[in-house]
């Protein structure tokens, strides 16, 4: 008896495991909607939280001029990274520099 229990429950782990990978992997970095909005920076921003538009690839480029001249948030294609703006909070384009805020839903 003592054997089929811990043979029961090794079997009921490894389930267990196996579901948790698969639910994880299966999902995408960015699993739900996500949206970007831009608005002009108040006062000195820190440096080391600033990227150039020019370090953005074409597509997060592209991405930061819809969303900078709207006043509504822009949703970001699955297939665009957001990475640069998650990671660092603002944008220096054109001698201005813009707060990036990214909401997830």
Do not use: K
Not at 27 to 49: H, K, W, Y
Not at 68 to 81: F, G, L, M, Q, S
């Amino acid at each position: 008896m003592r054997r089929r229990h811990w043979l029961g429950l090794g079997c009921l782990l490894v389930l267990l495991v196996t579901g948790a990978y698969v639910s994880l992997a299966g999902q995408s970095s960015r699993g739900s909607a996500a949206f970007l909005d831009i608005e002009p920076a108040d006062g000195t921003v820190p440096e080391n939280e600033t990227v150039a538009f020019t370090e953005l690839s074409p597509a997060q480029q592209d991405l930061f001029e819809r969303a900078r001249n709207t006043t509504e948030t822009v949703e970001i294609p699955p297939d665009v990274d957001d990475d640069a703006f998650a990671d660092n909070r603002y944008v220096r384009y054109q001698n201005r520099t813009y707060e990036t805020i990214v909401a997830v839903s």
